[in-house]
């Protein structure tokens, strides 16, 4: 055989390995390319754009488990379309870890956070890199109520100027109200569609002899912390979102007249003897966990249980969403004109390193097909407008989807956003002294005088 002849052999053997590179990859994919109703195209216009073999990008996020194995499936389809090695770490842990790494200067390319506080921190410290231009715009164009979560992702950086620095990919919501189908149709109850429905549903179930609502906020050490998502919601639904914002910062302070009054409002739910399962007394040493249960029972003990979307995971066993029990949006004041604002959590994607393969990376987070395919799976949702939504695992997500899709504002959990002796403190313990019979202007001022010590 001749020279020629070798190199023409070498070059047919090494182009059929190359061809047989993106076959051999979709073995690993969880839905192979092409097949189903995902957004195909534009993941294969991002590949045959974006080439970096023998380049690796390392991600450092909270998940284990399932969750773990959730991203790790969507990740696989950055390593088919770009040739590169991503590397995720999970861990429990994450945030100290994140710091730590920061600290020593060797953080991972891309860190997930589960609260935009720590990366707020990190990015004034210098630790993280704005993302490229033009994601904040692309954000409040495609993602429902997009200028909220553009605004979640804006830090001022360490030359103290603000910048778009994460990405929220993978979102929670919390502005739910639970009741069994059965027995509103046992009784003929709507749906509410206004909170000034939802206020006279209430009344019309104490003049039928039942009782509206259960509420626990019993939680061992963190004992307190349900009450604060009603006021958040609530909040968000009687004043502007500014107001909310200058709130969680204290730039507004927790015994303003406006805050004040959000909690009073919660204590019409919650210190109504008449509304409540096991009366008022029992909110705060009820466990949370066991909060929802009157819904089950036989005659129900309650008919609407405020909580979010994690709580079926505490409902008796067997209980099908959807079939035994269901959900509704918390709803707006219809005399407000707020909008139909959404709270919720979820995690944040920021990055460490200015690089091409870093910056790709965002361009893939941006595609319908990659929030599609982690929504096929379980546990995810997405405000991005672009989406499938039939591609949603079941019609709990779906129904939690169109939530986050129909919002005008989201807030991310106002505790979250205070510093920890406030939102992880004092708020807790106030609230179970609200409803221990407390003056909610005592309480306000109580935690105000908390957060000045802190400032101190």
Same mark, same amino acid.
Not at 206 to 222: E, F, K
Not at 340 to 364: E, H, N, Q
């Given at each position: ?266 204590? /019409?739910?919650?210190? =109504? *003897?008449?509304?409540?399962?096991? +009366? ?5 040493? &009820?466990? @949370? #966990? ?99 939504? /039939?591609?949603?695992? =079941? *019609?709990?997500?779906?129904?939690? +989807? ?5 919002? &005008?504002? @989201? #807030? ?45």
């Amino acid at each position: 055989m001749s020279k020629n002849s070798i190199r023409l052999f070498v070059a047919f053997v090494l182009l059929l390995t190359i061809l047989a590179v993106p076959t051999m990859a979709q073995d690993d994919l969880v839905f192979p390319i092409g097949e189903g109703d995902f957004q195909w195209d534009a993941l294969q216009e991002f590949a045959d754009a974006n080439d970096f073999s023998g380049e690796e990008l390392s991600i450092l996020s909270p998940w284990l488990g399932p969750d773990q194995e959730f991203v790790e499936s969507v990740l696989a389809y950055f390593e088919w379309a770009t040739g590169a090695t991503v590397n995720h770490a999970g861990s429990d842990s994450m945030e100290q870890q994140a710091v730590i790494d920061c600290q020593a200067g060797s953080p991972l390319d891309i860190i997930v956070f589960p609260q935009p506080g720590l990366a707020a921190d990190l990015a004034s410290d210098g630790c993280l890199v704005p993302l490229p231009d033009g994601s904040s715009d692309w954000m409040v164009e495609n993602y429902a109520a997009g200028q909220s979560w553009a605004d979640l992702g804006t830090y001022a950086g360490e030359d103290g100027e603000d910048a778009f620095y994460a990405f929220a990919y993978k979102v929670d919501v919390k502005s739910l109200v639970w009741y069994s189908p059965d027995n509103f149709d046992d009784t003929g109850y709507d749906i509410p569609q206004t909170m000034e429905e939802l206020i006279a549903l209430s009344d019309q179930i104490v003049a039928d002899g039942g009782t509206p609502w259960c509420i626990g906020l019993g939680s061992g050490d963190a004992t307190g912390w349900p009450a604060t998502d009603w006021v958040e919601d609530i909040l968000l639904r009687t004043q502007p979102t500014e107001v909310y914002d200058g709130w969680v910062t204290n730039e507004i302070p927790f015994n303003d007249e406006r805050i004040v009054s959000a909690i009073e409002t919660f204590g /019409d739910f919650a210190k =109504n *003897d008449a509304w409540v399962n096991g +009366g008022a007394a029992s909110v705060a040493s &009820t466990d @949370f #966990r066991d909060s929802p249960q009157g819904l089950f029972s036989v005659p129900p003990e309650c008919y609407m249980h405020r909580q979010a979307s994690f709580i079926p995971a505490f409902f008796p066993e067997g209980t099908e969403v959807g079939v035994d029990v269901d959900f509704f949006y918390f709803p707006a004041y219809e005399s407000m004109d707020l909008g139909t604002p959404v709270l919720g959590a979820g995690t944040l994607w920021a990055r460490t390193t200015d690089s091409d393969v870093s910056s790709a990376f965002y361009d893939f987070l941006e595609l319908p097909v990659v929030h599609e395919l982690w929504m096929a799976q379980s546990g995810f949702l997405t405000p991005h407008s672009g989406v499938n939504t /039939d591609l949603y695992a =079941n *019609d709990t997500l779906r129904g939690l +989807g169109e939530i986050l899709l129909g919002a &005008t504002t @989201f #807030r991310f959990d106002g505790s979250d956003l205070m510093p920890g002796a406030i939102g992880a403190g004092s708020f807790w313990t106030g609230m179970v002294d609200y409803v221990s019979g407390a003056e909610a202007q005592d309480v306000a001022d109580a935690i105000q005088a908390s957060w000045e010590a802190i400032q101190d």
